[in-house]
């Protein structure tokens, strides 16, 4: 049964600082895995979907990378902000699975 | 101008009472689905939908119930037989089944509280 683990489980850090999200799971045969962002009482964003034939993605001051054999995913936030402050969540989805197994989440503030 | 909706925001059941959360899209998804999230908790899936007239059961689908009678609606209706379900009910959607290239699209979710 696949598993998605995130750690930390929260994180804060000043303003301007470069920081890293982890993400690991335990069965490497998967379609893709996502991140999303959740803000308070609100639905999820998607921030970055990586393929299993891919090692990252980037979107704007966001690097995600996969390293599938280790089972291992990372979040690059560059220059972070306070409007970065949220939740963030990794999802996989199991290779032959309709469905997206969901980690807990990283919450993150980001203080000016 | 494209989503999912989700109604309502904020919704109050009493004790033995069903409820039917409102999930709409108009993004041409085949596929849909119902998640619930509980504090300190990853999201569950509770039903999907990859066509019109089918659904699956998620990981949690007991005391819960839902239909696919048109593309862009899928309710979840919360039946009495549920224990324990308030929490924050998350609706999503993707473009297509297969291939695993599709990212989902969630809806801004339904606080549901028993009273």
């Known amino acids: ?112 | 101008d494209g989503g999912i909706t989700q109604s309502p925001k904020y919704l109050f059941r009493k004790e033995g009472q069903n409820v039917t959360l409102s999930c709409e899209q108009n993004l041409n998804h085949d596929a849909m689905y119902w998640y619930r999230q509980d504090p300190g908790q990853g999201l569950r899936l509770i039903y999907y939908s990859q066509i019109v007239n089918d659904f699956q059961k998620g990981d949690i689908a007991e005391g819960y119930s839902v239909s696919r009678e048109k593309k862009e609606s899928f309710p979840l209706t919360v039946t009495s037989a549920q224990k324990n379900p308030t929490a924050f009910y998350l609706c999503a959607s993707s473009i297509a089944k297969g291939q695993g290239r599709d990212t989902q699209y969630f809806g801004p979710g339904t606080r549901l509280t028993v009273l």
Do not use: H, M
Request: glycine share 8%; aromatic share 6%; charged share 20%.
């Open chain 1, 1 to 112: 049964k696949q598993e998605v683990t995130q750690i930390p489980a929260a994180l804060s850090v000043p303003e301007g600082e470069n920081l890293v999200l982890n993400c690991s799971f335990t069965d490497s045969a998967i379609y893709n895995l996502q991140w999303f962002r959740q803000d308070p009482g609100k639905g999820l964003t998607s921030l970055l979907l990586i393929q299993s034939s891919q090692r990252e993605q980037t979107s704007g001051r966001l690097n995600a990378s996969l390293d599938k054999s280790s089972g291992r995913s990372t979040l690059y936030i560059a220059a972070s902000q306070p409007g970065d402050s949220a939740t963030y969540l990794c999802a996989v989805r199991p290779g032959g699975s309709e469905k997206l197994v969901f980690g807990k989440g990283t919450k993150l503030t980001v203080n000016p």
